[in-house]
């Protein structure tokens, strides 16, 4: 079992930066596969950002260049630094887990733990 709770998120201008922690506890955090996910109201969960099974990241279309995804095995935390924000980034951030064998990190189906999520709203 493997818990997540996330951090960060607040009421923020176009233009600003946030940085997101997700704290994890329970087994072995390096075994895991870390990623983003966010979802706006009315709209699905998609996906933000991850580390691959070998360590590289991944990262949405809509937030390459912007955000970027790292990790601190140390703390047991990985973090979400989101620059540029815009409005269209408004939305409730979660933080997932998986197995690291599992490929296919971009798709929410293969992460097996959640946080309960943190609320990020970008003003125009």
């Known amino acids: 079992q493997v818990q997540l709770v996330e951090s960060g998120g607040g009421l923020v201008q176009a233009g600003d930066s946030l940085r997101l922690s997700c704290a994890t506890s329970?087994?072995?955090?390096?075994?895991?596969?870390m990623g983003w996910f966010r979802q706006a109201p009315g709209k699905e969960r998609e996906f933000v950002s991850a580390f691959r099974s070998g360590g590289s990241t991944v990262y949405a279309d809509s937030v390459r260049g912007r955000f970027t995804i790292s990790r601190d095995n140390a703390k047991n935390t990985v973090y979400l630094q989101m620059n540029s924000l815009e409005p269209e980034d408004t939305a409730v951030y979660y933080c997932?887990?998986?197995?690291?064998?599992?490929?296919?990190?971009?798709?929410?189906?293969?992460?097996?733990?959640w946080g309960q999520g943190t609320q990020v709203t970008v003003s125009s």
């Open positions: 329970g087994r072995t955090f390096s075994g895991y596969g």
């Open positions: 997932a887990a998986r197995p690291k064998f599992r490929p296919t990190a971009t798709m929410a189906s293969v992460y097996d733990y």
